[in-house]
T-cell receptor, first 115, second 109 residues
């Protein structure tokens, strides 16, 4: 059973297109994230949702719009794709605890290439 | 200043060697600490959580020094399969994980 699953695994698209990446977790966690890993391998948080509510938006261009229909799903829609959006996008989830958080569990990543 | 800083390496070590990685974090209010491992073209996976008292899991030992805002990972008796990138991760505000840029380890036969 995959704990955090995201689709698609690979996405190749032309500049200017709009695309979506879907993410689902079956861990019962209350918090979900989107991270971007660039060519230098640095993982940077983009968004965090807690119980379907947006908690963190880390100065991401508004071409990126997350949507959380329920706490098990967090999708990412990207408008007007640019070359610089090429990266690996990871979905993750965790559970808030009284004294901090569980570890974050990651999906397998979506490798986005904009041509 | 970055939230979490790590030496990017690479660390090239022979099998059987002991290797240590360090990282520092900037936010003294951080609550949870982890080491993750990331293999090439794969997702990060938890290696171990890091507790104030220090903790050990087989060949791996993690230490946390809150006063110095410093986390370490020690790998004893390195195996070829330990070759990967090791990510230092810090959590604060309950739902924000900050990742270091990772330290690459190459274990050679």
């Amino acid at each position: 059973d995959t704990a955090v699953s995201q689709t698609p695994k690979y996405l190749v698209t032309q500049m200017g297109n709009d695309k979506s990446i879907k993410c689902e977790q079956n861990l019962g966690h209350d918090t979900m994230y989107w991270y971007k890993q660039d060519s230098k391998k640095f993982l940077k948080i983009m968004f965090s949702y807690n119980n379907k509510e947006l908690i963190i938006n880390e100065t991401v261009p508004n071409r990126f719009s997350p949507k959380s229909p329920d706490k098990a799903h967090l999708n990412l829609h990207i408008n007007s794709l640019e070359l610089g959006d090429s990266a690996v996008y990871f979905c993750a989830s965790s559970q808030v605890l009284g004294s901090g958080s569980t570890e974050a569990f990651f999906g397998q990543g979506t490798r986005l290439t904009v041509v | 200043r970055k939230e979490v800083e790590q030496d990017p390496g690479p660390f090239n070590v022979p099998e059987g060697a002991t290797v240590a990685f360090n990282c520092t974090y900037s936010n003294s209010a951080s609550q949870s600490f982890f080491w993750y491992r990331q293999d090439c073209r794969k997702e990060p996976k938890l290696l171990m959580s890091v507790y104030s008292s220090g903790n050990e899991d087989g060949r791996f030992t993690a230490q946390l020094n809150r006063a110095s805002q410093y986390i370490s990972l020690l790998i004893r008796d390195s195996k070829l399969s330990d070759s990967a990138t090791y990510l230092c991760v810090v959590n604060h505000n309950f739902n924000k994980f900050y990742f270091g840029s990772g330290t690459k380890l190459n274990v050679k036969p």
